[in-house]
């Protein structure tokens, strides 16, 4: 899209009521020249961001928050759904799928001319499926059941969305820390076959959509088991034909979710790039899906704090653009106050954190810059 109609679309979509029901100057907060989204364009990649909804009947969510819309309209060529397509918000029950806050993601995303990632067909995490799916009656045949239920939510979502969704994080995160696959109730009746039955029935579903395996394995201390555990996943995966385009990694990056400090130190990247090498060796690409940067244990100080968010950020990306098989580029969520880890892994002087592009104000902080800078220093992406 270009910057013209991108403008033009902008206009038409916030209209008059949503511009005035703004403060006045606010346009000047965000950033100037070209966006986040057009600097990625030019290299032949995307960059957009998470968005959720929270409560769809109440206008006080941050969805419908007018300078919020904005910005997500400026900066952003795709959008991904915060949660609102996960099991335990489209899933209400066993028989039942609930579309309503997902399609509001995807009306606005269309409304403006944005495209869409789909995330997740299937978060393989027994924290994260919904209450009734523990008490679920899985009968005489409960493998049988299992598949059944897997194939039908994988083929209802995929099906409705097709030709709007072009990539889904098909399964997220079923390797824990030690490398092994997560249990759950469908793996306790399936196995493993659990993931190759959600790539299969995706690709049936939607033959041209890319398909991603989704995890948060990082370069940081603690995770080098993962890695192993993941690699060997999307080596099994591969061997046994299942349609995996490539790996989503996450990049919750920064110094906070657990104790230990975790520098982005040489020893670091290179266990880092063997581990990306491994992956794109076995001819899969690379996606950044939700981007962000922990400063749970980073300095008070607003200007030190976002410096080294900035600083670490920029070493970070540079070594992912720097593998031409990374085209997107997603951040979970564009402002602080709207970043996930507002609520979880509290900083010890209860400070709001800073995780996120642009701040409470949604002015634009270094690691914007840091972004933005990235981009332009990566080279073009083969077509
Ligand atoms: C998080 C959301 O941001 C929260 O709102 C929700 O309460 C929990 O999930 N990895 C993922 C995302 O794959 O789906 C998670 O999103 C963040 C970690």
Redesign the pocket.
């Known amino acids: 899209m270009t910057m013209l109609t991108r403008r033009q679309s902008l206009m038409l979509a916030a209209g008059g009521l949503a511009a005035m029901a703004a403060p006045r100057g606010f346009a000047e907060d965000f950033f100037e020249g070209p966006s986040l989204h057009e600097l990625a364009q030019e290299k032949g990649m995307r960059f957009g961001s ?1 968005v ?1 909804v929270g409560d769809p009947d109440s206008l006080a969510s941050s969805f419908h928050d007018a300078r919020y819309r904005e910005l997500l309209i400026r900066e952003c060529g795709v959008l991904v759904h ?2 609102e397509l ?1 099991w335990y918000v489209a899933r209400p029950d066993a028989e039942t799928f609930d579309f309503r806050p997902a399609d509001m993601v995807m009306d606005f995303a269309a409304e403006n001319g944005m495209e869409m990632r789909g ?2 067909l299937l ?1 393989h995490h027994t924290d ?1 499926f919904p209450d009734w799916f523990a008490n679920h009656d899985f009968g005489s045949r409960p493998g049988t059941e299992a598949e059944r239920m897997l194939t039908e939510h994988v083929r209802t979502l995929v099906e409705r969305y097709r030709g709007r969704i072009y990539s889904w ?1 098909v399964v ?2 079923t390797i824990d820390e030690a490398g092994r696959l997560r249990q759950t109730p469908l793996s306790q009746h399936l196995g493993e076959e659990v993931i190759d039955i959600a790539f299969h029935v995706a690709k049936e579903a939607d033959p041209d959509a890319e398909l991603l395996y ?1 995890d ?1 394995m990082s370069w940081e201390a603690g995770y080098e088991r993962q890695q192993e555990g993941v690699l060997r996943l999307l080596e099994r995966l591969k061997e046994r034909g299942a349609p995996v385009d490539g790996l989503g990694v ?1 990049s ?1 990056i920064g110094s906070g979710n657990y104790d230990y400090s975790t520098g982005f130190d040489t020893a670091r990247a290179d266990g880092w790039r063997q581990f990306l090498d491994a992956v794109t060796g076995l001819d899969l690409s690379l996606s950044i ?2 981007f962000d940067v922990h400063d749970k244990n980073l300095p008070a100080d607003i200007e030190t704090r976002d410096r080294e968010v900035a600083e670490l950020a920029r070493r970070y990306l540079d070594l992912m653009f720097s593998y031409p098989q990374t085209k997107d580029i997603l951040v ?2 564009m402002a602080d106050h709207l ?2 880890y507002q ?2 892994w509290l900083r010890e002087d209860g400070l709001p954190k800073r995780p996120t592009p642009y701040d409470e104000d949604y002015r634009p902080k270094p690691l914007r810059q840091a972004i933005a800078d990235a981009i332009r220093a990566a080279e073009p992406r083969p077509a």
């Open positions: 998470a959720g915060e949660n996960k995330h997740t978060w994260w994080d997220n995160e989704n948060y996450q919750h899906t939700e979970w969520g970043s996930w609520g979880m």
